[in-house]
């Protein structure tokens, strides 16, 4: 059984920061790809920001310059660092992980519950 835990969602004003924070637990072997996504109410489910296993990231157009995302491999960890927020990044975010549960296992793309970020005055 893996889980992903997503927690540091809160109510913040515009202009403030914020950080998200993941752990991967249970049966992993090994974690590929991690990132975050967002969905609005009303709005599809959108990517926010991903990392490799090497570190490289990939971020939305919309987030570039005001997010960074990080990861700890050895702690099966991926963060997001969130500054300047802004109204329209309300949503509840949502943690994503390729990962193969054993070393014969096929990869499988896992997801948080999500936690919600409020960005409001």
């Known amino acids: 059984q893996v889980h992903l835990v997503e927690s540091g969602g809160g109510l913040v004003q515009p202009g403030g920061s914020l950080r998200l924070s993941c752990a991967a637990s249970?049966?992993?072997?090994?974690?590929?790809?991690m990132g975050w996504y967002r969905q609005a109410p009303g709005n599809q489910r959108e990517l926010v920001a991903t990392i490799t296993s090497a570190g490289s990231p990939n971020y939305a157009d919309s987030v570039k310059g005001r997010f960074t995302i990080s990861r700890d491999n050895a702690k099966k960890t991926v963060n997001l660092q969130m500054n300047s927020l802004k109204p329209e990044d309300t949503a509840v975010y949502y943690c994503n992980a390729d990962l193969r549960p054993t070393a014969w296992a096929r990869w499988y793309n896992y997801w948080g519950q999500g936690t919600q970020v409020t960005v409001s005055s």
């Open positions: 249970g049966s992993i072997f090994s974690i590929n790809t």
